[in-house]
């Protein structure tokens, strides 16, 4: 839920244009402090020793189908909606895979302990994303 409240802050804040796209509910008022919300909760859930692989069906689906929607917003504004909605879901199903995978053996390189690598993870695509959308990433 990260991408989509970075991508959702973007369009409150006038960074991406999706004024009058079906995409334009991303920048109402309201929106991103839901996804802002629902992006913490599931930092948060993502500690937790019981939360299901990524790659399980159910969550790995959620990923790319926000990653699409984010996809989408970001193509939207060079009138590339599907090159954007494609782009978002290849660009998720490589940080879903990669991200487990470097995650995985950072673990092991630093004996076991993953806290520490997933806090780094969540700031990378934090950054990453505010990088992405504030326009230094679209070029």
């Not at 991408?3 to 991406?16: C, E, H, I, N, Q």
């Not at 009058?20 to 109402?28: H, P, Q, V, Y």
């Not at 500690?47 to 926000?66: G, I, N, Q, W, Y």
């Not at 879903?96 to 995650?103: H, I, K, N, P, V």
Request: proline share 5%; with cysteine.
């Amino acid at each position: 839920m990260t991408a989509p409240a970075v991508v959702s802050w973007a369009a409150r804040l006038g960074w991406l244009h999706l004024e009058n796209t079906w995409l334009a509910f991303l920048g109402a008022a309201v929106t991103p402090y839901i996804l802002t919300v629902l992006a913490i909760g599931e930092l948060i859930n993502d500690k937790l020793p019981k939360t299901p692989s990524r790659k399980e069906p159910a969550p790995f689906a959620v990923r790319v189908v926000m990653g699409a929607l984010c996809g989408a917003a970001l193509g939207a504004q060079s009138q590339s909606l599907i090159a954007g909605l494609a782009a978002g879901a290849l660009g998720a199903v490589t940080g879903t895979l990669g991200g487990y995978e470097a995650r995985s053996r950072l673990v092991k390189a630093i004996g076991g302990k993953d806290f520490p690598i997933a806090l780094v993870e969540d700031a990378i695509a934090v950054f990453g994303g505010l990088w992405i959308v504030s326009g230094h990433g679209l070029s």
